[in-house]
């Protein structure tokens, strides 16, 4: 699927977009391995810590970098989204151009009401940037955009961590 962007992207952006667009999913080796680092983010999301919660989301993102042999990323937790006119910020991806590590950053807040965002957000928002490093980093692609086989990779990494759970 194209998305309308598609069409005011140049020849050589038009051929990444295909690219990451034929990528469906990444598929980790041991995602059971990860689930109790999954579940320490939800914990320190509820318990307001955010130090603790940067630590565990630094675990996750280092935990699958080893186990797709992608290289290291740093992550920074801050407070409360950065909002303008323009909408809210949920996570920010900088590629590993003038600093020696990609750098995601995400946000635990909201900006209005500087509440404790939802854990599935939260985790979703980290999966999102992380995706943008992969594609830089693990599939070597010249530039990250949102292409429907990238929100498809976003949801593969989702559904191996967040097992679906069936009600009782």
């Known amino acids: 699927m194209v998305f309308d962007y598609y069409r ?6 038009q051929k990444i977009y295909r690219q990451s667009d034929g990528i469906m999913s990444i598929r980790l080796p041991d995602p059971k391995s990860l689930q109790k680092v999954v579940a320490a983010i939800d914990q320190e999301l509820r318990r307001d810590e955010r130090g603790a919660l940067q ?3 630094q675990a996750l993102i280092s935990s699958m970098n080893s186990q797709l042999q992608s290289p290291p990323a740093r992550v920074t937790v801050l407070d409360a989204r950065p909002s303008e006119d323009w909408g809210e910020l949920h996570g920010l991806y900088e590629p590993a151009e003038e600093n020696p590590l990609a750098h995601i950053t ?5 900006a209005q009401r500087r509440k404790v965002v939802a854990f599935r957000t939260f985790l979703r928002t980290l999966l999102h940037e992380y995706c943008h490093h992969l594609d830089y980093e693990h599939f070597e692609l010249e530039d990250s955009f949102h292409t429907e086989g990238f929100y498809k990779r976003e949801s593969s990494l989702f559904h191996q961590l967040v097992p679906i759970q069936l009600p009782e």
């Open 8 to 13: 005011r992207l140049s020849r050589t952006q």
């Open 55 to 57: 630590s565990a989301c």
């Open 106 to 110: 995400v946000w635990m807040r909201t």
